[in-house]
């Protein structure tokens, strides 16, 4: 089979805290999962190419390519710009702008991979701001939650785009036709929280789009699947979605521990075990890892950075999903329903070209 | 017994979302943990009267007074100031500022409780603004967690504030002579973060408060119990605090389920149940019910709004325990060891005296 009809992913082998080693075991884990991705990897030669040799399977698909440098994790967002042009990041964000593959991913810096794939890609247009969105497991199901960190602020269009970006988002990955959307926010009342929230519901109160505002929510109605979408700036969305990691993990090793201190306890697990195991894959946090870039042309996933092969197995998965059902190509016709500005088709435009100094 | 040697606490009747029958029941569970609590309890006496009467002991260390007036759930704090004067939650606040309680409870309107305590009570000196702590249980105990809701936006000196608040709070309450402190930010890098968080840092880098500023945390953090105190804005922290409920919530849904719909499941309960409650009890959010507003002077103590009598007992078991280890003393202290003010006693200035109109 030839590399053009297989879902091309450029991976970023140098992200994440444990590097080449968990990209490319999570790499071999997706190749099993979907028999038509191949990756191109990009990444310093000498480290990673040891990696690939243990994976004979995974090498047969991925085109390895060299870059010299990689972008640190704590690299400012706008010096990973300037000095990361030969990052394995940049080359990976370059591949998709270039048409070579159909998305990145990377567990790398988030506001670097934020700022050179906003650069490299470039906006939607009529997006001004792009988001980063999940899907959460709910007592429902499941929602979509952003914007989980791309922008520390927003102002009321800025929630209002999420609140559609997000809508669309849902409907693709999720399936859900006409998604439920809520703004995240302090209380309920029509009176509570910031100006910019307040003004943003009164416009998606009014604006016609994608799926149905329903007001606000609180951060309980996350868990509880009050709405299939939640809105809210990146700022507060991080510090929810971190939360309610942490929760889920504490909740976990209690449940360990109930299980392990007493006969009675290790009892009542060998009974029980299948049923928890199912319930331990519901919220595991890797199911849910790779968050999506919302705005950019072109699928671009974000890949928690401690997260494991098969956390960042699953990430790929987001990625491959997202490109298989077009998801792109709907945000635009939304945006152009709305805006009536002119669609573009993604990654073909030049503008890595006017990169300045 | 007379009342004098009793700890008075005043409750709100009417606040919640239940009114006097959960107040009341709660009361009555929190008389029976603490011998020595007795009621001051202002409400609607038509209505709250024929309750009390089902609590014949709770009766007899209760004294109803008659409120004509309460405060609505959705009403402003504004205008809960002006138009809320002749309330149960207002002649609550006020019989703490007389003397007359040592502290107060409601599960009322959380912007009215807190603008009238903070009018009427005053502030602390040296301490511009209130803000909402609770405890959180955390993978290695409990841990203090501020603002959860009073303030939307903070500046460093707030912030700052509430780190010296939330340590005094968390060595009264949880015993900790000397504890570690945390800002909450979305990543631990120096240069993440809104300006006023970074300020902060800074500050508290150098000022040689009560406890040990550790630097960031980030939301799973809370959980995972890397800082005794967590301080953020009260935006933030109120999505944290409800994240955390609702994701404590889907799992004990989960596992309800887990355990009911199999026989096997059924069979492992029956051994390992308890544990499970064991578990269960740990980290039951009614546990946890009763949040404090630090800064005032006057020990005023916050309940969630849909809880149960159980959660209610549990947030007059914080004031109990507030009043008992003398806690604002020990705030006005520390604040007066760094801002070098004169230290005042609580409920002895007259300022009620001066309300506008």
């Known amino acids: 089979m030839s590399r053009k009809e297989r879902t091309v992913i450029a991976l970023d082998a140098m992200g994440g805290d444990a590097g080449p080693e968990m990209v490319l075991a999570g790499a071999a884990i997706a190749q099993e999962r979907y028999p038509l991705v191949s990756f191109l990897l990009f990444g310093d030669e000498e480290k990673v190419k040891p990696v690939l040799e243990k994976y004979p399977l995974l090498k047969e698909v991925t085109e390895l390519r060299h870059a ?5 994790s704590d690299l400012k967002p706008s010096l990973a710009l300037r000095q990361g042009r030969k990052s394995s990041m940049r080359y990976a964000i370059n591949a998709v702008k270039e048409g070579e593959a159909k998305s990145i991913v990377s567990a790398g810096n988030t506001g670097a991979l934020m700022a050179t794939a906003k650069f490299v890609l470039r906006m939607i247009p009529s997006i001004d701001r792009p988001a980063i969105a999940t899907v959460f497991p709910t007592n429902k199901g499941e929602c979509v939650v952003l914007d ?37 926010n302090i209380g309920v009342e029509e009176m509570k929280g910031h100006d910019e929230i307040r003004t943003a519901a009164s416009i998606l109160r009014e604006r016609p789009i994608h799926g149905d505002f329903v007001g606000y929510v ?17 700022f507060s969305g991080n510090i929810a979605l971190k939360a309610v990691e942490g929760t889920a993990r504490l909740m976990a090793n209690m449940l360990r521990q109930a299980f392990s201190r007493t006969i009675f306890g290790k009892i009542g697990y060998l009974f029980a075990c299948r049923a928890l195991k199912k319930m331990k894959l519901r919220v595991d946090p890797r199911r849910y890892n790779g968050a999506m870039f919302l ?20 990430a790929i998965g987001v990625a491959y999903d997202l490109v298989d059902r077009k998801f792109n190509e709907r945000i635009c016709d939304e945006m152009a329903r709305h805006y009536g500005c002119d669609e573009e088709t993604p990654n073909t435009e030049d503008s890595a070209s006017t990169e300045g100094k």
Chains 1, 2 share one sequence.
Request: charge should be negative; glycine fraction near 16%; hydrophobic fraction near 40%.
């Open 68 to 72: 010299p440098d990689y972008i640190a």
């Open 218 to 234: 609180e951060g309980n109605d996350i868990m509880a699947g009050t709405t299939d979408v939640v809105v809210t700036d990146g």
């Open 295 to 314: 705005g950019l042309k072109g699928v671009c996933v974000k890949s928690h950075g401690g997260t494991d092969p098969e956390g960042f197995a699953n």
């Open 148 to 184: 989980l960190g791309a922008n520390l602020e927003c102002d009321a269009e800025n929630l209002v785009q999420f609140a559609m970006m997000g809508s669309v988002f849902c409907s693709a990955v999720l399936g859900v036709a006409s998604p439920s959307i809520g703004l995240l």
